[in-house]
């Protein structure tokens, strides 16, 4: 990490240059877990499709229309050599949750039964819940949970004592999002592929974060957002085997997506990844995707990774310094802290923290099953990115050594 500089780093993100004319407080923006911001190389590419390359993909036979397809093919490469799979595995959907729900539409209703199960954790997001709740109202296959171990986290040696031969899909994220354990994937792949069930990942906290190796880790599906990685809203991608998406059932139907229909009734799909890109795609999103990877890959994972992993250790020995923090994961690898301030409900604490100008999430985080096993209502996340500074963590922690004095928020 010698050259890395997340002080330089913050120069490319308008998000910040713009907030120091804007707010009385410095901007401390912790809610990465949420949403990241996006450095000028992306507002740029998503300007230039407007300003200059405006166009729709596969719809026309002129130059503007070409150039158009071949950035879009050149970002489904750029997206496979940054998690080492095949272009043609590559889907472009809408965002991790779409990602999610094509599998389990696509892939889940064609072909699980009532004898089937499914296996999930307290701690998925929401994404990654109830879409298998409507996939076992569907088909009557039932969904069972990997216990976690007394830190909260997905172990093998758990999946391996819930597995059983009716386990068609074991569905899980590979970090986090209120915990931020990074799960042993390749361990749970090579466990669900003994049992014949697929392993099917929510990548949205992991991507952005740490080197993704689908073929490595043996994924047989992987979903994340573009948005989560400095990208654009409205992005995301599925990557599947490629046996395995033409196996799956397309999400929607419509224009681009089919070789051939008639009116009697008889449709051909073409072949992956198309046949699940249905109607006018998110281009802008695409191409701003295209340029975030690729700015990500610049600074490079392994920096990132280390960088947070520091920061989370500097946070959490900080905070504990306190004395006024009850943190429920201390022990997790990723850039989020979770915690309560002691006797402070969690929204309350973060609307104080809002007036010292910190930005932090509170309430369920979309794991709504994962109160039960924190055994409290509500919690405050602090999550970083590359751009997150020491100092950021220290406005935290000092604003959380007064956090009892909350009610202030109320009156200044």
């Known amino acids: 990490m010698a050259n890395f500089d997340p002080y330089k780093i913050r120069e490319d993100f308008p998000m910040y240059r713009n907030h120091v004319m804007m707010q009385k407080h410095p901007l401390v923006w912790l809610d990465n877990a949420s949403t990241t911001f ?15 390359e405006t166009s729709n993909s596969h719809r ?32 472009f959907t809408s965002g991790t949750t779409n ?10 209703v064609k072909y699980l039964t009532k004898d089937d199960e499914i296996l999930l954790t307290q701690a998925e997001h929401a994404s990654n819940v109830l879409p298998w709740y409507k996939v076992s109202e569907m088909t009557g296959a039932k969904v ?3 216990p976690l171990d007394k830190d909260g986290r997905l172990t093998a040696e758990n999946l391996r004592k819930t597995i059983t031969k009716h386990t068609k899909i074991v569905a899980v994220a590979q970090v986090t999002n209120v915990l931020g354990y990074i799960a042993p994937i390749k361990e749970l792949a090579k466990i669900a592929h003994e049992y014949g069930a697929l392993l099917v990942c929510d990548g949205a906290q ?23 990685l400095c990208g654009p809203t409205g992005i995301g991608v599925l990557y599947g085997k490629f046996d395995l998406l033409k196996k799956t059932d397309p999400f929607m139907t419509g224009g681009g997506m089919n070789a051939k229909f008639d009116m009697c009734g008889d449709v051909g799909y073409l072949e992956p990844p198309l046949r699940f890109e249905a109607g006018t795609q998110n281009i802008e999103g695409i191409f701003g995707l295209n340029e975030a990877i690729k700015y990500i890959e610049k600074i490079g994972l392994d ?5 947070e992993e520091e920061l989370k250790r500097y946070a959490v020995e900080e905070l504990e310094k306190t004395g006024n923090a009850i943190i429920y994961n201390p022990k997790s690898e990723a850039g989020i802290v979770t915690f309560n301030i002691k006797d402070v409900f969690a929204q309350d ?22 109160i039960d096993f924190l055994g409290v209502v509500a919690t405050v996340r602090a999550s970083f990115y590359f751009y997150t500074t020491k100092e950021d963590v220290d406005a935290l922690v000092d604003a959380v050594r007064h956090g009892k004095e909350f009610l202030d928020a109320y009156f200044n």
Do not use: M, W
Not at 206 to 228: A, N, Q, R, Y
């Open 144 to 146: 069972k949970f990997i």
């Open 303 to 307: 920096n990132i990774n280390a960088y």
């Open 60 to 91: 026309g036979d002129y130059d503007l229309c070409f150039k158009v397809d071949e950035k879009i093919l050149e970002t489904r490469k750029t997206v496979a050599h940054f998690i080492n799979c095949d272009p043609t595995e590559v889907v």
């Open 99 to 108: 990602s999610i729900n094509l599998v389990a539409f696509g892939y889940g």
């Open 38 to 52: 996006k450095p000028d190389c992306v507002l740029k590419s998503v300007e230039d499709y407007y300003s200059f």
């Open 349 to 370: 604490a973060a609307t104080y923290l809002n007036s010292k100008g910190i930005a932090c999430r509170s309430g369920q985080h979309c794991a709504k099953i994962l």
């Open 206 to 228: 992991s991507v952005p974060h740490i080197k993704t190796d689908v073929k490595d880790l043996d994924i047989d599906f992987l979903s994340f957002s573009g948005h989560k």
